[in-house]
Every structure is written in structure tokens, then in C-alpha cells.
């Protein structure tokens, strides 16, 4: 068998809600949620949709953003014996999400170091909050507009081969599950799996991933 390599999500997978959209929830600026429905219906870029969502906020609200989003996420259960298990079985794990340093780094430190971890980064020196992606599209991306562009980073840490393992919950990862040799899902990513008849495993737990793992891989045995 191939060396597994892991790419989970973060928001909504890792965390047992989607930050972002508890940041609009909660700050509630007005013209948020037009821009989020057009990020779900893919009638605009996750890039453009993020960026334009944050720009609603000011930079003013920087440390009530960052304390809010801080406190209200929770890891989802399982988490801290999965990355266990990775290491335990030499299996690099790499966080890639669309989410923001300013909660993913802080809300991922006590379970880490990890393979790596991949996210988007905001500016607050402006008079509102910047987006900036790091880690664009590459010429294969069928997209061109992720963000933190999930397929592009597999296909640069593939690049010596592997049989990789995309973890996650969302829009913002369908096109690494397109991509994927097994995809373990949840949520909205379940549907759109469904529609374009893309294979994967239903999650809830990550005591549930551990278990899809050794099925598939034989992990353990």
C-alpha cells in the first residue's frame, strides 16, 4: 500500500462549527448572508465570497472577533486520539482549511505539531479585515478561486505519490474530494458528494475516521 497521507479540514470537521459563519453570525454585519448563499450555490469564487464577507467587518472589532471565535469553537470528539493514532502509525496529517490564522493556529496548538498546516490570513490594518491567501490555485485547478486551494496542495505534497485521505465537511472541499483516494465526509460535503456520484465515508466522530481508516487501508492489521 501506498503511504497514506491525510488532509482534514478544519471548520465544521475539526471544529464542530463552521467558524466563519459563526463570526457573520454573531457580528451579524449587514449583507452577509447574500454573499454566503452565493458561496454554497457556486454562483461566486470562495475567495472572492470570503473576502467580501469579512470586509463587512471593521478592523476596530479586532480583538472581540478574535475572543469570540475563540471561545465558542469546540473540537469535535475523538480529536486529540486521532492525531495520536496518525502519529502512532506514521501517518502525516496536514491541516489545509479555509479558515484564519487567527483562530486555526490558537484552537490546533495543543494537539499538535502536525505535518503541516495550510489557512488563509487576515490584515487588520486596514479600516476593515483583509483576507490574504497564501496558498492560491495552481494551472490544475478547475476553480481558480478556492482561497486556500485544497487540490493544489495535495497535488504539490503528492508529489512523491501516496494514497490520499481528504477529511472534511463543506463546499470548500469538493475539489480535493474530487481529487482524493478516499474521501471521509460530513454535512454539506455528503450532498454534494452524492450529486456528483463522487464515493466517501460518512463521519460524525473522529473515532468514526480511525475506524474508516483501517477498514479501507488496514492500518492496523
Known amino acids: 500500500m501506498k503511504q497514506p497521507i491525510i488532509f482534514c479540514d478544519f471548520d465544521g470537521t475539526i471544529t464542530t462549527n463552521d467558524n466563519l459563519i ?36 471593521p478592523s476596530s472589532k479586532k480583538d472581540e472577533v478574535i475572543e469570540y471565535v475563540l471561545e465558542q469553537a469546540e473540537i469535535r470528539e475523538g480529536f486529540a486520539d486521532f492525531v495520536n493514532y496518525t502519529r502512532q502509525h506514521n501517518i502525516p496529517l496536514y491541516i489545509v482549511s479555509g479558515g484564519i490564522d487567527f483562530f486555526v493556529y490558537p484552537l490546533l496548538e495543543p494537539f499538535g505539531p502536525f505535518a503541516g498546516i495550510y489557512c488563509n490570513e487576515a490584515d487588520f490594518s486596514g479600516d476593515t479585515i483583509r483576507i490574504d491567501f497564501p496558498h492560491g490555485c495552481d494551472d490544475k485547478c478547475a476553480s481558480q478561486g478556492c482561497g486556500c486551494c485544497k487540490p493544489s496542495i495535495i497535488r504539490k505534497l503528492l508529489a512523491d505519490g501516496g494514497t490520499s485521505i481528504v477529511i472534511g465537511d463543506s463546499i470548500t472541499d469538493l475539489q480535493a474530494a474530487k481529487y482524493a483516494d478516499l474521501v471521509i465526509a460530513r454535512d454539506f460535503l455528503i450532498e454534494k458528494c452524492e450529486e456528483l456520484n463522487i464515493p466517501y465515508e460518512p463521519f460524525e466522530n473522529f473515532g468514526d475516521v480511525t475506524e474508516i481508516i483501517d477498514a479501507k487501508l488496514g492500518v492496523r492489521s
Do not use: C, Y
Not at 34 to 54: C, H, N, W, Y
Open 22 to 57: 459563526a463570526i457573520m453570525k454573531h457580528f451579524n454585519p449587514p449583507g452577509w448572508e447574500p454573499i454566503k448563499d452565493e458561496i454554497l450555490a457556486q454562483t461566486i469564487s470562495i475567495r472572492e465570497g470570503v473576502k467580501k464577507m469579512f470586509s463587512l467587518l
